[in-house]
């Protein structure tokens, strides 16, 4: 047996700076933000930490990537320059969002966070009154939020409004909430809560966003084939004067999947709930309930596009039903009055748990289990996190799937008629729940 000596060694030593390369990338520094700190780069303890955001994240920007952390701590940060993230950093939060502020004081017009690297990370924290032009919370165009809340924002001026919470043309916004930002009395822009055109947004709240007039999508204004919102709910969100589509603006192959888009409004416009419109332009698995438009649309206008596996009802307009189908290929699989054209569709109440109450999972009915299997359900789940097809492999209209649970049973009837005269009628039952073992006995029913 023969081995190799001194001739190894270059490759080992190779090997060995490879390790601590990986270690020391993995080991990487941070830096701390605590307003009692002494404010001492480079700020890698929290009794040097720095005082403002900005002087810790342009540290750890400048240093990336032995510095790739920007840790803070409890408190309300008053910044009077945008805070900017270029590389790939994480800025989080010690305890998250309720007790960490980040927010524009004075009056001059400055947004809150740009990021700007597919790396950058931003965490648990509530952002809030900035002013600009388009993004007043945040501009995006890569990254990550997450854990946020951004609020109380405000656009400029009746430029070029476009997204007053958050504008997105890449990256992922998950978990957060997106609320009461608004235009003020200006007017000519899109997206109150979030204008995206390109990336994710996930697992979010886009509630109460206003704008005065001339505006679209007061909650969402999203356009582009890659983009894709999904588990969120899109509520009360509303146009003061005349604008359109009070919770969701769709266009461009854009996707809507196991959303809720409820009670949402415009005032003196169109399209209260959904407006859709383009070529490969999806409404997947969403309820849309409880919208209202002074004119057209309550709940649903398409222009374009496709909806499958959706609940639209309970919707108002001043003029014209509960949806429009104007263009695309119109509804299947859904729920939604009146009838609409198209395979799999029913115009029965879907039968909410609880509507009043909040709760719009479907009970045995017509809604429950006759959605249709998309590809894309096997691995997901419904937009309350359980899993989208039920124990049976079969899914419900809407964004919830009821859980398998008691047994439960309905019964139904396609002539609802009285009176002497014969007739022929078609009884439909079905049965749910995971215990549905039945045993019956006795005649069978007959009737004339």
Known sequence: MSRRTGAGLPFVAAALAAVCLAVRAAHAATNYVWSGGSHSAPYDTWTTAATNIQDAVDYACT???????VLV???????????SATNGITVRSVNGADVTTVQRTGTAEMRIFQLTHAGAVLDGFTIRNGYAVSGAGVYMTAGTIANCV???????????????GIHMAGGTVTNCVIRNNSSGAFFNGVG???????GLLIRSSVVSN?????????????????????????????ETRDGSAGGVYLA???KLRNCLVRANSVAGGSYGGVYMTGAGTLVESCTIVENSSPATGGGLYMAGGAVSNSIVYFNAAGSGPNYVVAGGSGLAYSCATPLPAGTGNTDLDPQFANRPGGNLHVLVGPARNTGLVLPWMSASVDADAH????????VDMGAYQTQG????????????????????????????GTNTAIRSSGPPLSAT
């Open 252 to 254: 461009g192959g854009a």
């Open 192 to 198: 109150g809560g979030v204008y995206i055109t390109g």
């Open 73 to 83: 701590t409890n408190g309300t940060y008053n910044i009077t320059n945008q805070v």
């Open 150 to 164: 951004v609020r109380d924002n405000l656009v400029k001026d009746w430029a070029a409004m476009n997204g007053v």
């Open 387 to 394: 899993a989208r097809l039920d124990f049976s492999g079969k």
């Open 405 to 432: 649970g008691a047994l439960a049973c309905s019964l139904s009837v396609d002539e609802p008629r009285f009176g002497i005269v014969p007739f022929s009628a078609t009884f439909s039952s079905q049965v749910d």
């Open 63 to 69: 240093n990336y990537p032995a510095y790739d952390t």
């Open 210 to 238: 206003e704008y005065f007039t001339n505006q679209s999508g007061m909650g969402i204004w999203a356009s582009g084939s890659g983009v894709v919102i999904s588990h969120c709910v899109i509520s009360h969100n509303k």
